[in-house]
């Protein structure tokens, strides 16, 4: 994979990433949703390494 296709690649997931953080109701949010937020965190420092 390219370098640009890596960051086009990136701009895609963050792109997912923040809008399900968008569509999150505080109130309704559980702790599966937070660790399945943070594991997608921790896959893109993954692909940027």
């Known amino acids: ?3 640009k296709d890596r ?3 990136l701009k895609l997931r ?3 990433f923040m809008g399900r953080i ?3 109701d ?3 949010t559980s ?3 937070i ?3 943070i ?3 921790e896959e893109l420092e993954e692909n940027m390494g």
Do not use: G, W
């Open 1 to 3: 994979m390219s370098q």
């Open 7 to 9: 960051i086009e690649d």
């Open 14 to 16: 963050l792109a997912d």
């Open 22 to 24: 968008e569509q999150l």
């Open 26 to 28: 505080p109130e309704e």
């Open 31 to 33: 702790v599966e949703d």
């Open 35 to 37: 660790d399945r937020l």
């Open 39 to 41: 594991s997608m965190l």
